[in-house]
């Protein structure tokens, strides 16, 4: 069971990293990343609410009132995540965004881990989490550095679209520290929210309304997002005309979504946040790095270079790492 749980987390990494490949074809077809994350959500809320309907999960919902209102919030961190990409790719590069964001996964994870709050169960530092932790973000540096700016275009993670990097534009030199802090944090609330939806579970119980709860309080923050924007001509209006002629995998962006944040929170509580983070994050970057090989997804190629492979092989033996010693 044990190894089935592991591998599950393997696999929740790998629906991220076919999500933000596909998100590309929905960005393209809606025009605005802020527009493409809304219709994602929504198909994400809409794909729950159907299993919730067909498997009898939704009468859960009647206990929503039981739970404390801060429970209900974990679904604020898919927006947050998003429009945190959506600032910092064209300040910092996607590279940097990438690796500001898995960093803040993991020291949250750890803190969490040790700390034994928001209901994670209490593990002490060992030499193995240690090493793992340094092993991975070390990986993902490794791996981040070994891709050019020009040829990655960068995914917002969660219920997130991938968006080129335009020019700054606004004739001001940002203040680093700031952005820094906002990649670390946007990071850092992923683990976070995959802890706040397993407390929530203590009174849902079912897993499906869980995620229909956090689902929708995502999809209407990200919509207010979006008006507020719209109103003050901050990005251009969505089309959904396009989207008739997208292909069909460019609508799995919502499954993969609905996958991660369940999946998440499901496995926090079984195996921790650190192993958690550590082996989707795993996942992810193995599984962008076939889609890159093969160029799936009408994705150009990019061969694995030496570098890469070896961030790859750091990353597999953290996550390792942080399980076994």
């Known amino acids: 069971m044990h190894i089935a749980l592991l591998a599950a987390a393997l696999l929740i990494g790998c629906l991220l990293a076919v999500q933000a490949s596909v998100n590309l074809q929905l960005n393209k077809a809606v025009g605005t990343p802020y527009g493409a994350s809304t219709v994602q959500l929504c ?5 729950l609410l159907a299993l919730g309907l067909a498997t009898g999960s939704l009468g859960a919902l009647g206990q929503v009132p039981e739970a404390p209102w801060w429970h209900l919030l974990g679904g604020l961190a898919s927006p947050f995540y998003i429009t945190s ?5 064209p300040r910092l590069g996607a590279v940097t965004t990438v690796g500001l964001f898995v960093s803040g996964q993991m020291l949250a994870s750890v803190a969490l881990d040790l700390l034994g709050v928001l209901g994670v169960e209490q593990r002490p530092l060992s030499v193995g989490t240690a090493a793992g932790a340094v092993a991975v973000l070390a990986g993902i540096t490794v791996v981040v550095r070994s891709q050019t700016r020009a040829a990655a275009p960068a995914a917002a993670g969660v219920g997130g679209v991938a968006v080129k990097a335009p020019p700054n534009g606004d004739g001001r ?4 520290a700031g952005w820094v802090v906002l990649g670390l944090a946007a990071g850092a609330v992923l683990p976070v929210q995959g802890a706040v939806n397993a407390l929530l579970r203590g009174t849902l119980v079912e897993p499906l309304a869980v995620a229909v709860v956090s689902f929708t309080v995502a999809t ?3 919509a207010a997002v979006l008006a507020v924007l719209l109103a003050t001509g901050r990005t251009p209006r969505p089309r959904f005309t396009p989207l008739r002629h997208m292909p069909w995998w460019g609508w799995l962006g919502g499954a993969c979504a609905a996958g991660y944040v369940t999946g998440t929170f499901l496995l926090i509580p079984q195996i921790g946040a650190a192993v958690t983070v550590a082996l989707t994050v795993t996942g992810l970057q193995l599984t962008s790095a076939a889609v890159d090989q093969y160029g799936l997804f009408r994705l150009p190629k990019r061969p694995v270079t030496p570098p890469r492979a070896g961030g790859l092989a750091l990353l597999a033996a953290g996550a390792l790492a942080i399980q076994l010693l």
């Open 173 to 176: 030199p940002p203040s680093l």
């Open 85 to 89: 990409g959506i600032l910092l790719i």
């Open 43 to 47: 198909v994400a809320t809409g794909l």
């Open 220 to 222: 209407l923050a990200i």
